[in-house]
């Protein structure tokens, strides 16, 4: 069935560092594919979505770009804050096998930023 | 900003009891959903809701658990029996429309279920 595998956290980085979160997916059919982010107590949050491939999903400053040839979307920032401490989660949705509307998850990586 | 509110936050309970989880989505949004997480593992789908009705549900959601939106705000999640394997974050979720992988689900802030 449809599966995420995402890069094992935590992920520790200084302020004003690049980041890469690392994700792919397997998945028939046509899957979107999602970036949510889980701040300390809170629920869940879309950080942002790609639909189709070579789609690039965008929001505060973290990007990810839907690659079908690979089945990845890895999720980058240029300079992350220490308010970017948060467990990330890559998600699919919509694959054949996948289920119409309900969303795979991948394992969540823990990123943390020290000032 | 319409959030998705879960309560309890945290319930503790003892092994074969039942327990409610409740959650109340975004109030015009259609379509539901049940995520949980057991703790170090990945979020998992349960079930989703729409017109009255489960429209999927995962091999986890057996007759043991149930939802049922008894009025027009609630979305609840029942667990007939507990198991110690049924501790674990229980999210709430909900969608405008189910028009599948294009729509945004919005999620609630979890309630934690410790079964004793």
């Known amino acids: 069935g449809d599966s995420v595998t995402q890069m094992e956290g935590p992920v520790t980085l200084s302020e004003e560092a690049f980041l890469t979160i690392n994700c792919t997916y397997t998945?028939?059919?046509?899957?979107?594919l999602f970036w949510y982010v889980q701040y300390p107590g809170e629920g869940l949050q879309l950080l942002l979505k790609?639909?189709?491939?070579?789609d690039k999903g965008s929001n505060k400053g973290f990007e990810a770009t839907y690659r079908k040839e690979t089945t990845s979307f890895h999720l980058e920032k240029g300079s992350v804050q220490v308010s970017d401490s948060a467990v990330y989660f890559c998600a699919l949705s919509g694959g054949f096998s996948g289920g119409y509307n309900k969303l795979i998850f991948g394992a969540g990586t823990r990123l943390a930023v020290h000032p | 900003e319409p959030e998705v509110t879960q309560t309890p936050s945290h319930q503790v309970t003892q092994m074969g009891q039942e327990v409610i989880l409740r959650c109340v989505p975004i109030?015009?949004?259609?379509?539901f959903y049940w995520y949980r997480q057991i703790l170090g593992q990945k979020v998992e789908f349960l079930v989703s809701f729409y017109n009255n009705e489960i429209s999927e549900k995962s091999e986890i959601f057996d007759d043991q658990f149930s939802v049922e939106r008894p009025d027009g705000s609630n979305f609840t999640l029942k667990i007939r029996s507990t198991k110690l394997e049924d501790s674990a974050m229980y999210f709430c979720a909900s969608s405008e429309t189910g028009r599948g992988a294009t729509d945004t689900q919005y999620f609630g802030p979890g309630t934690r279920l410790t079964v004793l």
């Open positions: 998945a028939t059919g046509y899957p979107s």
């Open positions: 790609a639909t189709k491939a070579d």
């Open positions: 109030s015009n949004h259609l379509y």
